[in-house]
């Protein structure tokens, strides 16, 4: 079967930087996306990896390795409102997207 | 300002009671998505949409029904509402042409008594 996985909640203080892990195994890959979703709102797309290696955005960057199934969002100089969960989602090889249930980041001052 | 609109944002409903929620994308995306989010798991999908007039099939279709008349309008029918579909549910749309990145509506919350 198809599978995401990412550690259901994390705890990071103000002003840190704080790594969210995502691995997968998918029948295929066609990319990796990184989404935020603030409690009670839509996700909103943060980043697209379709290629080993690091992309950097402002203070959050990720990263891929295909070899290993492996990625990783990196979020730098944390602020309060970075409160939120991440979610991990694989594009197959039918170009379907594949979910991981979310990684809740709790931010302390 | 563009994106996806849905409606309702929240509604109660009794089992065995016919609902549909809709979506409106301007964006003139040619995929939509609907999906339903429950608390520890991930998104899953239940139908899409690739161009107007074709559907297929989600990960969890059963007890869903959707149409494509048009570009803009993807609407999600539950024939005969039960409690297990009580969830919070996003339309979704994307450019296949870019990365493929979706576009999500605000998601509308369904409780089914």
């Known amino acids: 079967g198809q599978n995401i996985d990412q550690p259901t909640e994390m705890t990071a203080t103000e002003g840190a930087i704080v790594q969210i892990n995502c691995t997968y195994q998918t029948s295929g890959f066609n990319g990796l996306f990184w989404y935020q979703q603030h409690a009670g709102e839509a996700p909103t797309f943060l980043s697209y990896n379709v290629l080993d290696g690091l992309e950097e955005k402002g203070r959050f960057s990720s990263f891929l390795s295909r070899s290993k199934g492996y990625s990783y969002l990196l979020l730098k100089e944390l602020q309060m409102k970075d409160s939120a969960s991440y979610l991990c989602?694989?594009?197959?090889?039918?170009?379907?997207?594949?979910w991981g249930a979310g990684t809740k980041l709790i931010i302390k001052p | 300002i563009a994106g996806i609109t849905q409606a309702p944002t929240s509604q109660i409903l009794a089992a065995g009671r016919r609902m549909t929620l809709r979506c409106t994308q301007d964006?003139?995306?040619?995929?939509m998505y609907w999906y339903r989010q429950d608390l520890g798991l991930g998104l899953r999908l239940i139908h899409y949409?690739?161009?107007?007039?074709?559907?297929g099939k989600g990960e969890v279709p059963d007890g869903y029904s959707v149409s494509r008349a048009n570009t803009d309008d993807f609407p999600l029918t539950l024939a005969s509402a039960v409690p297990s579909q009580t969830s919070v549910y996003f339309c979704?749309?994307?450019?296949?042409?870019?990365?493929?990145?979706?576009?999500f509506g605000e998601g509308s919350r369904l409780t089914v008594l």
């Open positions: 989602a694989v594009k197959d090889s039918n170009y379907q997207l594949i």
């Open positions: 964006m003139r995306h040619n995929a």
């Open positions: 979704a749309s994307s450019d296949e042409d870019d990365t493929g990145e979706l576009f």
């Open positions: 949409s690739n161009t107007a007039g074709t559907t």
